[in-house]
């Protein structure tokens, strides 16, 4: 019997204290202090025992609103972005639909489309821009095309859309009455963040969340923002009638309280840390950093040529180091065995022990490949 394959996850969260996590672009730069009053507070006073508003906290409810800039649109809370993403595709895809969509992506948006009865039209964007081009989203559409996904920053690459790209794939979906499913988990670390909903307000679900830009993942909150008859249909779909988590509510409402005292400098360490991220990678022989800089808090590392399989970097950084990186297979079909991806919303010591492993951990590999 051969041996079961290597559980990366139970691993890692079973020694979580002493393992870097850069592997799920979490978070781990907001001082906690900016949450944790709040939610000491909501514990005090044992809120966790009643449900909470079934809409969400009005005052959150507008911060998010305000936040995004879409103050027509009310946001739909969600246990994180991820159960919007469920939502509007079971609530607005058909069998035979066909959304044009990308590889590598955060592949489990396409789950959901599959789950519909609905396909993905898989646009390669492993190559220079490391994104789609309005031209290509343009060709890609066809008689079955429902909608566009508009990742935007993009998960794993870390790339993003100029205002104009974003304008003209808008567009697009204008003209032919296209849905736009417009996902900004990352847009609050982006140089350029534009939501598409700004160029086509009738045709764009846009796709929001704390978990990254707070750093709140643990807590599960995101949602969506859509045109009001858009929100009904997908509203049917909503699990969390009862509302979603307090905790999580209370805290998402004090950090977008405070959001612009803390953010800029969360930013700023985040793009220190992708440098030197792209650096080290590019100081070792076969490795590059084809997408780098990133307008986002991740970025591949493209590991072809070292002949090593990024399942045995995963699991060499993990064990020998403590450090967590995550294998390309999880988020691409076709490039998946290329590249790891390095997240990088971390304290700079863990960018010292990404600094000190990966070199180490690729010349342990090849010499025990003897090559
Ligand atoms: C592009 C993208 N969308 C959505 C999510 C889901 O975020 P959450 O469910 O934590 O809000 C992620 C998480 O990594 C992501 O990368």
Not at 318 to 330: C, D, I, Q, S
Request: aromatic share 8%; hydrophobic share 40%; net charge negative.
């Amino acid at each position: 019997m051969s041996a079961p394959p290597f559980d990366a996850f139970g691993y890692a969260h079973a020694r979580r204290r002493e393992v870097a996590w850069l592997c799920q672009n979490t978070n781990h730069l907001v001082p906690p202090e900016v949450v944790r009053g709040a939610i000491d507070e909501a514990l005090d006073e044992r809120r966790y025992e009643g449900y909470p508003p079934a809409a969400g906290d009005p005052e959150l409810l507008e911060r998010i609103a305000a936040d995004l800039g879409l103050p027509g649109q009310p946001p739909f809370l969600t246990s994180g972005g991820t159960e919007a993403l469920y939502m509007i595709a079971r609530a607005l895809l058909r069998p035979g639909d066909e959304v044009v969509a990308t590889d590598p992506s955060y592949l489990i948006i396409h789950r959901f489309v599959e789950l519909s009865g609905a396909r993905t039209v898989n646009l390669d964007i492993y190559a220079p821009p490391f994104r789609l081009t309005a031209d290509r989203v343009q060709e890609a559409i066809g008689p079955k095309t429902r909608m566009i996904l508009l990742i935007d920053p993009l998960n794993p690459l870390g790339t993003g859309y100029p205002r104009e790209e974003v304008r003209a794939i808008a567009e697009i979906a204008h003209d032919h009455h296209l849905l736009l499913l417009n996902d900004v988990t990352y847009r609050d670390f982006s140089p350029a963040p534009t939501l598409a909903a700004e160029f086509a307000p009738e045709e764009t679900l846009t796709v929001w969340s704390v978990s990254k830009n707070c750093g709140l993942a643990g807590l599960r909150l995101g949602g969506f923002s859509a045109p009001a008859e858009r929100r009904r249909e997908i509203a049917r779909y909503n699990t969390d009638d009862l509302g979603v988590n307090i905790l999580a509510q209370v805290a998402a409402r004090a950090a977008l309280r405070s959001k612009p005292e803390w953010l800029p400098a969360v930013v700023r360490q985040i793009r220190a840390n992708g440098e030197r991220v792209a650096a080290v990678a590019r100081s070792v022989p076969g490795v590059s950093a084809p997408a780098a800089p990133s307008w986002a808090s991740m970025t591949i590392l493209d590991v072809r040529e070292t002949g090593l399989t990024p399942e045995a970097i995963q699991e060499e950084m993990l064990r020998t180091h403590g450090v967590f990186v995550r294998a390309g297979n999880y988020l691409s079909v076709r490039h998946g065995s290329s590249f790891v991806r390095v997240s990088f919303s971390n304290p700079p010591a863990d960018i010292d022990r990404f600094q000190a492993a990966f070199p180490a951990a690729i010349e342990t590999l090849r010499r025990r490949a003897g090559g």
